[in-house]
């Protein structure tokens, strides 16, 4: 009865061990349960088998006959092969922990991937409230409205709050929810099995550490199994000492070979990436996301004014911090969600300014600009590709004050609206937005320059036009479905 309870508790720890530990360490702790089995519970089974004396008084070994009579005959020019009981003792049966989670997890999402036979796969990290997730947004929305059979393959195991958003007629699959349990081995060996035998041709990749990982490790399978590869990169990021990552600085010099393409929505970056990554030219698009909103005329009856995005060191919210502390008689509107690793002293500073208003998360930017009567929108990203938040402010009608980082200049510059050097301190916004509090008429002209633009180059039918004009990017049949085989 105990020896029974201890195999039990053995294959469950088994089972939790095997998610965290690589072979060579699994190995390690079977020997000890072996070593704890000989001692306490010497019936009890336990995941090596030691060879064992047979009837006749001959070692009956783990090693197939043919190895056997293969020793005996090397004895002739090697003695010290002849199988002798001491020789073939010393081999053992490894027999693995039974661990069917993988196969399992395999076996739920076999639909998803393969039976409903989709053309284009998205990989994904999660759907926040943010630019990046809006641009997943409006590529899923196309592929629907062209009739492409969809799968978004959510990476992370976090809340995705914009998820209801996709459309009802895709298939979503949260893996990283499903694979928690997973180790990181098992994690990528089963995507990327039900990738390869997947009928989609087309995989796009935005923002997954996962998919990076596949698409790094064995784009060379994925390609050679019918798939066409895209990847969309938008900026890069900078850690707290300034130096670049992200990424295109940790991946495209390790994946561009197998990518049909990166897609970004900026010049500027393309630019970038082609100069330093000797990306062939052919290689990357620029593809401006649409606005699909609501226009509204400019007219700047307001006085305050509004900031809204992602509280983060990207953001830069210490500098809205010193241009709202050196001018009081300013009325700032703070929208948006803060990191959780971002300053909390600094924020709790900002919360106590007198003219600022913390007014949280936000889902619709041209509600908030309408309800709030603004003078202005103030930007203040140390780094960006072309954010949706200006082309949301734009066609709000506000006059934008932003640095020129990334691919702004695209979009704002001193015809459409106030860009200021990208080192520019708290004075130069300062001196910017008392100049459209000043001057009504040019601010609304300058705003007006900016709605145009978006009008004429971030329509709908633009953006589909472009994505239509990728090469390779139309999903056709892949090569290969369930025949692929996982490397």
């Known amino acids: 009865m105990l020896a029974r309870s201890a195999?039990?508790?053995?294959?469950?720890?088994?089972?939790?061990?095997?998610?965290?530990?690589?072979?060579?360490?699994?190995?390690?702790?079977?020997?000890?349960?072996?070593?704890?089995?000989?001692?306490?519970?010497?019936?009890?089974?336990?995941?090596?088998?030691?060879?064992?004396?047979?009837?006749?008084?001959?070692?009956?070994?783990?090693?197939?006959?043919?190895?056997?009579?293969?020793?005996?005959?090397?004895?002739?020019?090697?003695?010290?092969?002849?199988?002798?009981?001491?020789?073939?003792?010393?081999?053992?049966?490894?027999?693995?922990?039974?661990?069917?989670?993988?196969?399992?997890?395999?076996?739920?999402?076999?639909?998803?991937?393969?039976?409903i036979r989709p053309q284009i796969i998205f990989l994904i990290p999660h759907m926040m409230r943010g630019g990046a997730d809006l641009g997943v947004l409006h590529h899923v929305q196309l592929c629907d409205e062209l009739g492409w059979r969809t799968t978004v393959v959510v990476t992370r195991d976090v809340t995705s709050p914009w998820l209801h958003r996709l459309p009802s007629s895709v298939r979503v699959v949260e893996y990283g929810r499903m694979a928690r349990e997973a180790s990181e081995e098992d994690r990528r060996l089963v995507l990327l099995r039900l990738l390869?035998?997947?009928?989609?041709?087309?995989?796009?990749?935005?923002?997954?550490?996962?998919?990076?990982?596949?698409?790094?490790?064995?784009?060379?399978?994925?390609?050679?199994?019918?798939?066409?590869?895209?990847?969309?990169?938008?900026?890069?990021?900078?850690?707290?000492?300034?130096?670049?990552?992200?990424?295109?600085?940790?991946y495209v010099p390790t994946t561009s070979m197998h990518l049909a393409g990166i897609i970004t929505d900026n010049q500027q970056f393309k630019a970038d990436i082609q100069r330093r990554d000797g990306v062939p030219a052919e290689n990357l698009h620029t593809l401006y996301f649409p606005y699909v909103g609501r226009i509204s005329e400019p007219s700047l009856t307001g006085a305050r004014v509004l900031w809204a995005g992602r509280l983060a060191s990207q953001k830069r919210p210490e500098l809205l911090y010193a241009i709202a502390a050196s001018a009081p008689d300013i009325v700032f509107d703070v929208f948006g969600e803060a990191a959780p690793e971002y300053d909390v002293e600094l924020l709790r500073r900002l919360r106590e300014l007198p003219n600022v208003r913390m007014a949280g998360a936000f889902d619709d930017f041209w509600s908030i600009a309408q309800a709030g009567h603004y003078a202005a929108f103030l930007y203040t990203s140390a780094y960006d590709g072309l954010p949706n938040v200006l082309l949301e402010a734009a066609a709000a009608g506000l006059p934008i004050v932003t640095p020129d980082v990334g691919g702004v200049a695209e979009l704002v510059s001193d015809a459409r609206g106030y860009l200021l050097p990208a080192d520019a301190e708290a004075p130069r916004f300062i001196q910017a937005l008392?100049?459209?509090?000043?001057?009504?008429?040019?601010?609304?002209?300058?705003?007006?320059?900016?709605?145009?633009?978006?009008?004429?180059?971030?329509?709908?039918?633009?953006?589909?036009?472009?994505?239509l004009a990728i090469p390779g990017y139309v999903p056709q049949v892949a090569v290969t479905t369930t025949e692929a085989r996982c490397p």
């Open 7 to 115: 195999w039990h508790w053995y294959f469950l720890l088994a089972r939790v061990l095997r998610r965290c530990l690589n072979e060579h360490q699994m190995r390690r702790f079977v020997r000890l349960c072996r070593r704890i089995r000989r001692h306490y519970f010497l019936d009890a089974p336990i995941g090596t088998q030691p060879v064992q004396s047979g009837a006749s008084g001959t070692a009956s070994s783990v090693l197939p006959t043919w190895i056997v009579d293969e020793f005996r005959e090397l004895a002739a020019i090697e003695p010290a092969l002849y199988p002798a009981p001491e020789l073939l003792t010393r081999y053992h049966a490894w027999q693995p922990v039974e661990d069917t989670y993988a196969a399992h997890l395999y076996r739920q999402l076999v639909s998803d991937f393969i039976e």
């Open 434 to 467: 008392r100049e459209i509090l000043g001057d009504a008429e040019g601010a609304r002209l300058r705003a007006l320059g900016a709605q145009v633009m978006v009008l004429q180059r971030h329509s709908w039918q633009v953006f589909k036009s472009g994505v």
């Open 196 to 250: 390869l035998q997947s009928p989609a041709a087309t995989l796009h990749l935005i923002n997954s550490q996962l998919g990076w990982q596949l698409f790094e490790s064995f784009g060379k399978a994925l390609v050679s199994s019918g798939k066409a590869l895209y990847a969309s990169l938008y900026c890069d990021d900078f850690d707290r000492n300034g130096i670049r990552c992200g990424y295109a600085t940790d």
